[in-house]
């Protein structure tokens, strides 16, 4: 039944979004056609780790990574959620965090298949700097799409100094927090477990 939950959750995301498309279609309104056919694209994701790269994520980090997907395209991009609250994209940041930090956990996991046992403190190290990792290659991707494209997704504008850098180091530090949260709840989990 749990399994049964994320897909009828993930597949629901899916359907807001493919109905969304249509009817955006239908009015004649082509405003965030293109973003919500990639967020659509998006939240196909597994098929490619799974395809490509043999790789198989748990139901919910599965359901997390489309949650994310539509929180962050679907709300923030085409519903203006990042202009209407200006806590949406630390809010993001700071999920993400969690996120990458699970699915390190599930990748070391998935790489130490072979191996008795599980070294927990190497997969704890593994997750934290999988997601902080995550989250720095995230805002190297922003700064080269602004870069290359004239955006300003990273809200410098004409500021400079620390100013420009606040953006980034909002999120840097919004992504670590995330992390450092669900690192402490997982090992307070572990320690539970052990007694």
């Not at 939950?5 to 309104?29: C, D, E, P, R, Y």
């Not at 809010?91 to 070391?108: E, K, N, V």
């Not at 450092?180 to 539970?192: N, Q």
Request: some cysteine; hydrophobic content about 55%; charged content about 15%.
């Amino acid at each position: 039944m749990k399994k049964d939950l994320h897909k009828i959750l993930n597949n629901i995301l899916k359907i807001i979004i493919i109905v969304t498309i249509v009817i955006k279609l239908a009015i004649s309104n082509y405003e965030n056609i293109g973003m919500l056919i990639l967020a659509f694209l998006l939240t196909h994701y597994e098929i490619i780790l799974n395809r490509l790269f043999k790789i198989k994520l748990n139901n919910l980090n599965n359901l997390l990574i489309v949650l994310f997907i539509f929180l962050a395209q679907y709300l923030g991009s085409c519903l203006n959620f990042y202009d209407l609250f200006s806590w949406w994209d630390i809010m993001l940041h700071f999920i993400s965090g969690i996120i990458m930090f699970l699915i390190g956990i599930d990748l070391y996991t998935l790489i130490n298949k072979k191996q008795q046992g599980t070294r927990v403190l190497t997969m704890l190290l593994f997750a934290v700097f999988f997601a902080l990792a995550i989250g720095n290659l995230w805002e190297i991707w922003e700064y080269t799409t602004d870069a290359i494209l004239k955006l300003d997704s990273q809200k410098a504008g004409e500021l400079v100094g620390r100013l420009a850098l606040k953006d980034t180091m909002t999120d840097l530090i919004a992504s670590a927090l995330g992390t450092a949260l669900i690192l402490v709840f997982k090992v307070l989990k572990l320690r539970g477990e052990r007694k």
